[in-house]
């Protein structure tokens, strides 16, 4: 005959125990909503930041050298030129508009999707002009405009706007743009103007630099980090 075992447990204990675990379901569900909400805080102030305030961009080829090298990550300013509409870039606030010598982010006119960069060299209403390889604006030669050139030949208009082109008065509400990079730059030359409303924003600062060839998970990509170049302003 089994001796029944006495039960030693106390009521009370039982019902303290079983009221701890809704406030413990309660912290845990007010800890999730707290990230929760952080998180969609961050997400909304990110997408804020970069679509009115500044954005990063990264360098993929060499049509702005010197001044711009492949693998420099520049920071735009998106606000300089004034706060737009999203997606349609439209100036709701204006500001100040692209001026000679900016170096500007811009939707491509024969892609919207891609984004291109480049030096503004003429705006609207001015004439632009190229005589062997020299930039001229209302028939004035353009001093320090930063040009580089690499091919010592001279290509005539014939063959093409590299070297010989214009004259050409911009219209107004467009830019002529050209890359640094005279003899290896696809820009205003060869397609034309870029509207207002294309205009990204403005290159203020590198804020990184390494040598896109290199494998990225290798040590020859991170010996390649340029610190010089770090945190200089683009001009």
Same mark, same amino acid.
């Given at each position: 005959m089994e001796t029944p075992q006495t039960d030693h447990s106390n009521p009370a204990e039982?019902?303290?125990?079983? %009221?701890? =675990?809704?406030?413990?379901?309660?912290? *845990?569900? &007010?800890?999730?909503?707290?990230?929760?909400e952080a998180i969609i805080i961050a997400v909304l102030l990110a997408l804020f930041i970069r679509?009115?305030?500044?954005? *990063?961009?990264? +360098?993929? &080829? %060499? &049509?702005?050298l010197e001044? =711009?090298?492949i693998g420099d990550h520049v920071l735009v300013s998106k606000f300089i030129y004034g706060i737009k509409m999203p997606f349609t870039g439209k100036v709701l606030i204006p500001i100040k508009e692209p001026k000679r010598g900016d170096i500007i982010v811009f939707k491509?006119?024969?892609d919207p999707s891609v984004d291109y960069i480049k030096r503004v060299i003429a705006v609207g209403g001015e004439t632009v002009e190229i005589k062997n390889k020299k930039v001229f604006i209302n028939g004035k030669l353009l001093a320090n405009d930063h040009g580089q050139f690499t091919d010592p030949e001279i290509k005539p208009a +014939?063959?093409?706007?590299?070297?010989?082109?214009?004259?050409?008065?911009?219209?107004?509400g467009k830019l002529f743009v050209m890359g640094d990079n005279r003899d290896? #730059?696809?820009? %205003?030359?060869?397609? %034309?103007?870029?509207?207002?409303?294309a205009v990204r924003g403005k290159a203020f600062i590198l804020y990184w #630099?390494?040598? =896109?060839q290199k494998s990225l998970f290798s040590i020859d990509r991170f010996t390649s980090i340029r610190w010089g170049r770090i945190g200089h302003l683009v001009e």
């Open positions: 039982e019902k303290q125990v079983e %009221g701890r =675990l809704p406030q413990e379901q309660a912290a *845990a569900k &007010s800890v999730a909503r707290e990230y929760t679509t009115f305030i500044v954005q *990063a961009f990264k +360098i993929p &080829s %060499g &049509s702005m001044t =711009l090298q491509f006119p024969q +014939i063959e093409g706007p590299r070297d010989n082109y214009g004259p050409v008065t911009v219209p107004d290896n #730059s696809f820009d %205003g030359r060869f397609w %034309g103007f870029v509207d207002l409303d #630099s390494w040598d =896109l």
